[in-house]
């Protein structure tokens, strides 16, 4: 009672914080939803960094800025952070699966609130966008420009579709070891730049690179990677890895897809990318502990544990909201940085100041679909915490897992 009245006593902003992290169980690794945070975070940032619609006429076609200045390449480098999060979506799938059978679940019931936490928010994306795409035709758009847009909303769901098949795999998975998958991107570049194969064969990759850092989220949880020397291994040997491909074979140094390009990192993985996502996983194992410490301070954890419970309406929406920005903003001509070629530092400047408007914008989506996201799942379980007042708690939802309550926030993935 006492903590509560200290909680009453404290501005608004800061006593929601003091909220959600007295709500949240002392034993919680807050690192992992903090990694999960920066991760779905870094994928929006270089989405709207390195992704422009140029108004050419009556047509949107897509470009990068990392065509025309492909030293900017660097940028690719802080923000391609998917291995990141199939790493910890590897080590969460792996630790609530063995909960759930641990309390007596079953892998059918565990895999279904899964998906459909994953994929029942898609239907309000597909939703807007059929309506949006039949506008662009009877509107009399070209079939450029209604290319252009409805790829960009819709290429956030290739990744819901390699995870999805990722998690329904997980029991295969737990005990696979890493280099297995890392073997077969290797083999399969050999073969594809090496031998002269098929460009088509690099499809394989799209699983066997995504297997590596989720199979090393199964090692985290197997306890595996838990000294130091693991993540210096991952950071030093995939850095090396990656600079000994970019500056000797070949590969481009963009780890994210350039118009253009004769070959892209990202679409499939090649074996630069997943090298890539290995120094970047050793990164985060290494960043841990800082991380748990930052964590501790409440408003800094609020602000994680928000991100994570908005994961899907970001991820699906962000580039809507990049999009929406840029078709309004022709109302009023072409606006350099929005709408202009990205071929100089003076769109870069420009582009940055953007951002916020961006950000606006997809708040604006957040708070249109978020209700929609939340209310899939929870419907029909009426669970939570009670707050002091005794009504349900909005931002924390308890469940049990191997006997210990948990955060609703550790269900993102």
């Known amino acids: 009672m006492r903590e509560t009245h200290q909680v009453r006593r404290l501005p608004g902003t800061r006593r929601a914080a003091a909220r959600i992290d007295a709500a949240t169980p002392p034993q919680r690794d807050r690192a992992v939803d ?9 994928v929006v940032l270089g989405h709207w960094l390195v992704t422009a619609l ?32 199939f790493m910890v979506g590897g080590h969460v799938a792996t630790r609530s699966l063995a909960s759930t059978r641990a309390r007596g ?90 031998l002269g194969g098929p460009d088509r064969l690099g499809w394989v990759n799209l699983a066997a690179g995504w297997l590596v850092p989720y199979t090393l989220g199964a090692a985290w949880t197997r306890g595996e990677l838990e000294r130091p020397r693991a993540g210096w291994t991952l950071l030093v040997g995939g850095a090396a890895m990656t600079a000994l491909l970019v500056g000797f074979a070949g590969y481009p140094a963009s780890m994210v897809g350039v118009p253009g390009a004769a ?27 800082r991380l748990r410490r930052a964590m501790t301070r409440p408003v800094v954890w609020a602000g994680v544990a928000l991100v994570n419970l908005s994961a899907m309406t970001v991820f699906l929406w962000h580039q809507t909201a990049m999009m929406a920005t840029t078709a309004t903003g022709l109302l009023a001509g072409r606006l350099p940085g929005l709408h202009t070629v990205p071929d100089g530092l003076d769109w870069v400047a420009v582009r940055l100041l953007w951002l916020p408007v961006f950000a606006l914008v997809l708040g604006v989506c957040w708070a249109a679909f978020h209700t929609y996201e939340r209310g899939q799942g929870q419907r029909a379980k009426g669970r939570g915490p009670r707050r002091a007042d005794g009504r349900r708690s909005r931002v924390i939802r308890v469940h049990h897992r191997s006997g210990r309550p948990e955060t609703k926030a550790a269900r993102s993935a």
């Open 54 to 85: 140029v108004a050419d006429g009556g047509t949107l076609r897509a470009a990068s800025p990392l065509d025309p200045m492909p030293w900017l390449a660097p940028v690719s480098w802080m923000f391609q952070t998917l291995a990141v999060f």
């Open 263 to 289: 070959v892209s990192n990202l679409n499939p993985p090649t074996l630069a990318a997943v090298t890539f996502g290995l120094a970047q996983c050793g990164l985060a194992l290494l960043l841990r502990d």
């Open 105 to 194: 679940g079953t892998y059918r019931a565990w895999l279904r609130a899964r998906l459909a936490r994953l994929f029942k928010p898609v239907m309000a994306v597909l939703t807007v966008w059929t309506a949006a795409a039949l506008g662009l035709l009877l509107g009399g758009a070209s079939f450029v420009t209604l290319h252009t847009v409805v790829k960009l909303a819709l290429s956030p769901l290739w990744f819901l579709l390699v995870f999805a098949a990722l998690t329904a795999a997980t029991p295969l998975l737990a005990r696979l070891n890493p280099l297995w998958p890392l073997a077969v991107v290797l083999h399969v570049d050999v073969v594809r730049f090496g």
């Open 34 to 42: 903090a990694l999960r945070a920066f991760a779905i975070l870094g």
